[in-house]
């Protein structure tokens, strides 16, 4: 059973920074893009920052220039770094993955548990 398991939330000022890790275990065949997304309560989920296998990436435009994502060595991690956050980042963030279990079996949305971004004013 493949699963995602995030890391690195926590309570910041406004202006400071925080970098979230996101770790896939188990049976991964091929690990394609992996994302990060976030869900602020009363507000639906939505994309914060994607990259490709390749290292393609793709941010929403209220993080450009404030957030980083990139792939670990072993492809099969993902990190934010997130720099001179705000209070509207407050939220749950979530690890995304799309992926192969085995040569032909593809999950395409397989979610990690999320973890607690809180950022005060």
């Known amino acids: 059973q493949v699963q995602l398991v995030e890391s690195g939330g926590g309570l910041v000022q406004a202006g400071g920074s925080l970098r979230l890790s996101c770790a896939a275990s188990?049976?991964?065949?091929?690990?394609?893009?992996m994302g990060w997304y976030r869900q602020a309560p009363g507000k639906q989920r939505e994309l914060v920052a994607s990259?490709?296998?390749?290292?393609?990436?793709n941010y929403a435009d209220s993080v450009k220039g404030r957030f980083a994502i990139s792939r670990g060595n072993a492809k099969n991690t993902v990190y934010l770094q997130m720099n001179n956050l705000k209070p509207e980042d407050t939220a749950v963030y979530y690890c995304?993955?799309?992926?192969?279990?085995?040569?032909?079996?593809?999950?395409?949305?397989?979610w990690g548990q999320g973890t607690q971004v809180t950022v005060s004013s």
């Open positions: 188990g049976s991964i065949f091929s690990m394609n893009a």
């Open positions: 990259i490709t296998n390749g290292g393609r990436t």
């Open positions: 995304n993955a799309d992926l192969y279990s085995d040569y032909k079996s593809r999950i395409p949305g397989l």
